[in-house]
């Protein structure tokens, strides 16, 4: 499953359609369960806009090590499109030096995979 549009880059989101798991993009409005290709109405998808203003972004620090930490980073300072792992770095160092994160070399910055936030979350999200 890609982590990302392949036609705008922003990172996917996972819905429950009616009971229909789709993948989508906020950005394009375009979600694909298995066997089916739809838009949202717009209601929902500024709903779904607004759900994931209010939430964090988690992303992952894997060290050098082999272990890896789960930090988050304010969904307003990760909306900055290519820019944001850059800024999840930033945030990654700061943490480390405020003791949130554990010391050590960050040898990369990602975001977690669908299924990985699916393991965060519980199948139907927060709330
Ligand atoms: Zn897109």
Redesign the pocket.
């Known amino acids: 499953m890609p982590e990302a549009?392949d036609?705008?880059?922003?990172p996917l989101m996972e819905i429950d359609h009616y009971g229909e798991p789709l993948t989508g993009?906020l950005?394009?409005n375009?979600w694909r369960g298995k066997q089916l290709v739809i838009q949202l109405p717009e209601e929902d998808v500024q709903a779904l806009r607004k759900l994931r203003r209010s939430f964090k972004e988690e992303f992952i620090a894997e060290y050098e090590d082999g272990t890896q930490e789960v930090f988050a980073v304010l969904q307003s300072a990760s909306d900055q499109g290519p820019g944001a792992l850059e800024i999840a770095r930033i945030v990654a160092g700061e943490w480390q030096r405020d003791g949130k994160l554990k010391p050590g070399a960050i040898m990369k910055v990602r975001r977690p995979s669908i299924e990985e936030l699916i393991e965060m979350y519980g199948k139907g999200g927060r709330g």
């Open positions: 549009c036609r705008c880059g922003a993009c950005g394009c375009i």
